[in-house]
């Protein structure tokens, strides 16, 4: 007699493999926050620039979270052979989602050096790359999901582990066999307001090895406290997650007020 009455199986697309090939039952470090912040400020700054394209929220936030990580470093680090060293150079990664015939499945970009861009030419390095994304020319995306579809979700976390123990605990590069170094860099941004959602929690991932989860919701009206008064602004949930880890609820404090005075104050 079966334990459990199961129906049919999942067709499984890149990104649920790769998920079910990095999670084991759960014990990870996970520390969740968020912050509601009014996006008029944010948004005005962001209308007043002359780039083309124009710099969304999201790139915003990416600019944001990499200046604080360059004076809160705690959280820009990697964990390897038993100790937490300094990354050089702070990229960020945002999920993009990708709909093919029927699936919808996630993927990403790489936003490199963040400190030392202009929100002009994170828009642009973001434009090129979601639609080598959605035109499925982009080669790392298209070398990810050939490998993934022919390979068991067994062998896949087996694979993913000498990956990952080749290239952060023994930094070795694997280019030469097409995998880029350090995709997911020093924080994962994940925008999902577009997708109706006002709030979100994300998962920090073992495989990327990133200790820093942003998530962007939907931008809508809420009571916002003005002084001593209660007034209707429209406002942005934000929401973190940290890897205690790495740091403590001090060092993300910090990391936070920085972020929403940047936020609430980005023509400083």
Same mark, same amino acid.
């Given at each position: 007699m079966r334990h459990l009455p199961l129906g049919e199986r999942q067709k499984l697309t890149t990104y649920r493999k790769i998920a079910l &090939?990095?999670? !084991?039952?759960?014990k990870d470090p996970s520390t969740y926050t968020w912050v509601d912040l009014p996006v008029e400020a !944010?948004?005005?700054f962001l209308k007043g620039l002359p780039e083309e394209p124009r710099p969304t929220l999201t790139h915003l936030v990416a600019k944001i979270i990499a200046q604080c990580l360059q004076k809160h470093p705690e959280l820009d680090h990697?964990?390897?052979l038993g100790n937490l060293q300094r990354r050089g150079r702070t990229d960020v990664y945002v999920t993009t989602l990708l709909k093919g015939k029927g699936t /919808?499945? #996630?993927s990403g970009f790489t936003l490199p050096d963040v400190p030392n861009q202009t929100l002009g030419s994170l828009a642009k390095i973001s434009q090129q &790359?979601?639609? !080598? #994304?959605r035109d499925g020319t982009d080669p790392v995306t298209k070398n990810t999901d050939e490998v993934v579809a022919k390979t068991p979700?067994? /062998? #896949?976390? /087996?694979i993913m582990r000498v990956q990952s123990f080749f290239q952060y605990t023994l930094n070795i590069s694997l280019r030469s066999v097409g995998i880029p170094d350090d995709r997911f860099g020093s924080v994962i941004v994940s925008n999902f307001g577009p997708l109706g959602l006002e709030n979100g929690l994300v998962p920090l991932s073992p495989y990327c090895r990133c200790p820093l989860m942003i998530?962007?919701?939907?931008p809508r009206p809420t009571?916002?406290?003005e002084g001593n008064q209660v007034v209707v602004r429209e406002c942005i949930t934000i929401t973190f997650t940290f890897d205690h880890r790495y740091a403590d609820g001090a060092h993300g404090a910090q990391l936070m007020r920085l972020f929403q005075k940047m936020f609430l104050n980005p023509e400083r």
């Open positions: &090939a990095s999670w !084991a039952h759960p !944010a948004e005005a990697i964990q390897r /919808l499945d #996630l &790359a979601v639609e !080598a #994304l979700v067994w /062998l #896949l976390k /087996l998530g962007m919701g939907k009571p916002y406290v």
